[in-house]
């Protein structure tokens, strides 16, 4: 049994500015705490087509993913199914190409994206052609 003094329990706590999702996951967004949830590859190629990228993404992760293209020419989708998915954003820089990828979805199924597909998808774009030089 903990016992507390009478001066801790009637001192006034800061307010906490944390939205009810986070303090229900007593999640800090705080970034020395938590590693980036929105995985980023840099491959050593500038100029990376988008077609290039989702072909080397089809092959690393076969035939049970759907890659797509997106709205923009530097964007693509891979669902495996209907309620798990990432998207791809392209963005050159300098002599190599970066590739963000977060989860699809909304609220918690999008952070359990964050942590599963996005995190396959980028670990394939790592080991694909794209990465070698």
Same mark, same amino acid.
């Given at each position: 049994?903990?016992?507390?003094?009478?001066?801790?329990?009637?001192?006034?706590?800061?307010?906490?500015?944390?939205?009810?999702?986070?303090?229900?996951?007593?999640?800090?967004? &705080?970034?020395?705490?938590?590693?980036?949830?929105?995985?980023?590859?840099?491959?050593?190629? &500038?100029?990376?087509?988008?077609?290039?990228?989702?072909?080397?993404?089809?092959?690393?992760?076969?035939?049970?993913?759907?890659?797509?293209?997106?709205?923009?020419?530097?964007?693509?989708?891979?669902?495996?199914?209907?309620?798990?998915?990432?998207?791809?954003?392209?963005?050159?820089?300098?002599?190599?190409?970066?590739?963000?990828?977060?989860?699809?979805?909304?609220?918690?199924?999008?952070?359990?994206?964050?942590?599963?597909?996005?995190?396959?998808?980028?670990?394939?774009?790592?080991?694909?052609?794209?990465?070698?030089?």
């Amino acid at each position: 049994m903990v016992v507390r003094e009478p001066s801790e329990l009637s001192r006034p706590r800061p307010p906490d500015h944390r939205s009810s999702v986070q303090r229900a996951l007593c999640v800090r967004m &705080s970034p020395r705490r938590l590693p980036r949830l929105m995985p980023t590859v840099t491959v050593p190629r &500038s100029e990376v087509s988008r077609d290039e990228a989702m072909e080397a993404v089809r092959q690393q992760l076969g035939p049970e993913f759907k890659v797509k293209p997106g709205g923009h020419d530097e964007v693509f989708s891979v669902e495996k199914g209907t309620l798990t998915g990432a998207k791809v954003h392209i963005k050159p820089n300098g002599g190599s190409t970066q590739f963000h990828v977060h989860g699809t979805g909304i609220i918690i199924g999008r952070i359990i994206n964050e942590l599963g597909i996005a995190r396959r998808v980028a670990s394939a774009i790592s080991k694909s052609s794209l990465a070698q030089s």
